[in-house]
């Protein structure tokens, strides 16, 4: 192999590991949901939900960590990754909560804890869950990275000018685009590193993210962003009521950190926000190191080794 070659390799990320078992769970509204499972079947157990137009694959870094001693269940969202796309009155967030309560329930025994982490809409997603039985049951803690609650299209700042009608309304059109994103090109990439990332991000990074958005199918990356252009779920921060520990990049355009100050603010039980200096909207995959830890971390104080929620979790919640 040549120089170059060996150079371009070692520069490319790591592929999550191929899953021990892969299963469908059904949701409320008949919709198939892919479900994997990584790691030990009877390890503390960590489930991973991700964002808008993302899948499985956003997670690889954690996967790849955790699943050494960890049960690893991620799945991917419908109509992303494995997951059909569903009818049009299908993508709201009272959907995912179901979906989220079929994943639960289709890999984790009756009042088994785990850590539940979620990355933007996976963030979206436990709050929309937060007062379901299926999250209370099974929720020892829960991790949020780089999302909000509302406020999505005033606030966000990958629209260059200041706030305002005009700012709103551009980034409104561009959560609803029906344009197809192509192939990934030089252009594509700096563009999604701008409105995504930090301006410090690793080129192999932007390259991961890059192919894992644009393998989104074009009708749920349009039906999702309208939801979340009309996004409102502070009721659901105001739910959620167990353990809950928050993260942001400091540079983060789509979900501000005003978002996750806010979040924290409202959290019934908030265990911090960590702000990833210079780091923006794709922590999971821009900060690895940091997002696994806090993952740890959690199951280390709330999940005991037998998958039931800790003593000091029940303590609190």
Known sequence: MSRLLRREAARQVPAAPA????????????SRIHVELHGPE???AVVLAHGWTCSTHFWAAQIRDLAVDHRVIAYDQRGHGLTPAVGPGGYSTH???DDLEAVLAATLAPGRGAVLAGHSMGGMTLMAASRRPGLREHAAAVLLCSTGSSRLVSDALVVPIRAGGLRTRTTRAILGARAPLGPVTPVSRKVLKYG???PGSAPERVEACARIVHACPRKARVAWG????ELDLDAGVRGLRVPTAVIAGTADRLTPPVHARAI?????QCLG???LTGMG???PVEAPEAVTARIRELVVRYVAVDGAGTAEKEEVA
């Open 42 to 44: 009877d390890a503390p």
């Open 273 to 275: 926000l960590t702000e």
């Open 264 to 268: 924290a603010a409202a959290l019934p």
């Open 95 to 97: 959907a995912l909560a």
């Open 19 to 30: 899953p021990e078992r892969v299963l469908t769970a059904v949701s409320a509204d008949g």
């Open 226 to 229: 309208h939801v979340l252009a």
């Open 281 to 283: 909207h794709m922590t």
């Open 196 to 198: 995504t990332m930090g």
